[in-house]
């Protein structure tokens, strides 16, 4: 899972397990809080967490492909909002938004040379 670094240092308040899609359970905790389990049921919704987590949690909830296993979508939005506002608190918590920029910047790169290509007729 490509955001599960990020999770480990972004989790420290309540318990939250996230089960991937193989079916492995990653277990982070912190100080006291909710208790949630999660579970991812394809790799999609990893990669789009990583890009997008706000929008991708909400779509991937709706789509059915991810489901609260233990405890309730309160408990599991609530570890995620306690936790995204101490993280606005620290140095790192910049890096996967500058990640996200960065990606956003590669994916819309359109030289002039290459657009002139795709518009001509």
């Known amino acids: 899972m490509l955001y599960l670094p990020f999770l480990r240092r972004f989790v420290e308040v309540g318990t939250l397990t996230v089960i991937d899609p193989k079916g492995r359970a990653h277990r982070l905790e912190g100080a006291g809080g909710p208790s949630a389990t999660v579970r991812l ?3 999609s919704v990893s990669r789009a967490m990583f890009r997008n987590p706000a929008l ?24 995620a909002l306690v936790n995204q506002r101490r993280a606005r608190l620290r140095d790192d918590s910049r890096i996967p938004s500058l990640a996200r920029k960065v990606m956003s910047r590669v994916r819309t790169h359109n030289p002039v040379g290459s657009a002139r290509r795709k518009v001509s007729h």
């Open 56 to 79: 991708a949690v909400g779509e991937a909830y709706m789509d059915g492909r991810l489901t609260v296993e233990d405890g309730t979508l309160l408990d599991f939005l609530t570890i």
């Open 41 to 43: 049921h394809d790799a």
